[in-house]
Nanobody, 115 residues
Framework: QVQLVESGGGLVQPGGSLRLSCTAS???????MGWYRQAPGKQRELVAR????????NYADSVKGRFTISRDNAKRVVYLQMNNLKSEDTGVYYC?????????WGQGTQVTVSS
């Protein structure tokens, strides 16, 4: 199974930006990947997904136009560029396969949007 390590979170003011990274321990070339968010007291939700070659990208309505998912298969990394952040974007962000079966979930990276 692929091990996934997320990084890049932090505290940011509303309207700010962050870039999250997800590094995989093995090749992810054949896997559609996704970024998930778990807000306090809520279930984990898929906010962005990207196809194996990076051509097709889909976003949750709540982040469309503000978040951009990308990938570098050679480096085994998936990115999430988050712009114009809002307080409701606060949560722990995870990456994993876009659909089940999932690899073991990593620790995630905390994103807090607050003034």
């Amino acid at each position: 199974q692929v091990q996934l390590v997320e990084s890049g979170g932090g505290l940011v003011q509303p309207g700010g930006s962050l870039r999250l990274s997800c590094t995989a321990s093995a090749t992810i070339n054949l896997l559609a990947m996704g970024w998930y968010r778990q807000a306090p007291g809520k279930q984990r939700e898929l906010v962005a997904r990207i196809s194996t070659g990076g051509i097709t990208r889909n976003y949750a309505d709540s982040v469309k136009g503000r978040f951009t998912i990308s990938r570098d298969n050679a480096k085994r990394v998936v990115y999430l560029q988050m712009n114009n952040l809002k307080s409701e974007d606060t949560g722990v962000y995870y990456c994993n396969h876009a659909t089940s079966p999932w690899s073991p979930w990593g620790q995630g990276t905390q994103v807090t949007v607050s003034s």
